[in-house]
């Protein structure tokens, strides 16, 4: 194939920075071990990255996800929110008591559960609370 330049690729991704970190990504993804899509010819990562990019073999939203989350310093985890831990350790609690869970029932035993849990942070003693 002949050489590739930013103008092959520019139709594709219109945005030349964006182009740019697109490709640094996929050659990034390609030195990591993941398939080639098009023949080599001997041509770096980063060739081969604009080359892919040229022929659609690879689509820049499919590497922008990848790109946001590799830039990404700090990675959200979805965690459940306290209501839901709380719903899903009262319906437990239900089946252990071999009880019909029901919507009445599990908001019941998550308030009591709840109540339970603020109560005895309340009579925790603390150790510097004996000393004054």
């Known amino acids: 194939m002949a050489r590739v330049t930013v103008e092959d690729c520019v ?3 219109p945005n030349r920075f964006e182009l740019v970190l697109l490709a640094a990504q996929r050659a990034r993804q390609i030195a ?3 398939p ?3 023949e080599r010819d001997n041509d770096k990562n980063p060739v081969v990255a604009l080359r892919e990019l040229a022929d659609e073999k690879i689509t820049g939203d499919s590497l922008q996800e990848s790109l946001i989350h590799g830039l990404q310093r700090n990675v959200e985890v979805d965690e459940p929110e306290e209501d839901d831990i709380s719903l899903l350790l009262a319906g437990k609690k239900l089946e252990e008591n071999q009880q019909e869970v029901t919507a009445e029932s599990l908001a019941k035993v998550s308030a ?3 109540a339970e849990a603020m109560f005895s942070k309340i009579t925790e003693k603390k150790p510097d609370d004996d000393k004054a």
Do not use: F, T
């Open 11 to 13: 139709d594709k991704v």
């Open 32 to 34: 990591s071990g993941a």
């Open 36 to 38: 080639i899509l098009v």
């Open 112 to 114: 009591e559960m709840k």
